[in-house]
């Protein structure tokens, strides 16, 4: 059983490191979130005005030390109308240390891309990359696949920042 420790370890790190996880459904949690990414970069607003819709996780915890993990819950909006939860999960290998808490938002182009993601069993593959939000960041970035992920850190320090083998569990509001 010795090579579950790192497992137990993760994941008790990972509990610890995602303060708001559970409350993260919370409509303020996400609007404040919305305001710090549009406050960072302004320019940002277009995409929350122009997307089929948008998901919005206020707080990601993000730990590891050669094995890692993230997880995070939020939002997803159509029309800028909340439609259901999200929970995101990432487990990776690879040469990475510390740990870090960030706000993801990830923007669908078309309804066709939102409705994939609400379908369900939808998963970022390795080619995905989150931009991080700056001031004027998103000006220079366009949609891949009818999809965009920023993401803005809230504290921490971590070496590694792909967002590929994220996975997502969604929920609908009110079904």
Known sequence: MPARTPFAVLAATLLLA???????????????????????????????????????????????????????????????????KVTLSQISIGFQAGGQEFIE???????????????????????????????GASADVGYSNEIAVFTLAKGGLMYEAAVGGQKFDYEPIGN
């Not at 979130?33 to 970069?41: L, M, N, S, T």
């Open 18 to 84: 995602t303060p708001g996880v559970a409350s993260a459904q919370d409509t303020d949690e996400v609007q404040e979130a919305i305001a710090r990414v549009k406050e960072a970069d302004p320019s940002i607003a277009s995409y929350f005005d122009s997307a089929a819709g948008y998901a919005v996780f206020p707080g990601v915890g993000k730990a590891g030390l050669g094995i890692g993990g993230a997880r995070g819950s939020g939002l997803v909006f159509r029309s800028g109308s909340a439609i259901g």
């Open 105 to 135: 938002v990830i923007f669908f182009e078309t309804a066709r891309a939102l409705d994939d993601f609400t379908a369900g069993n939808f998963e970022f593959n390795a080619q995905v990359s989150a931009v991080a939000v700056t001031a």
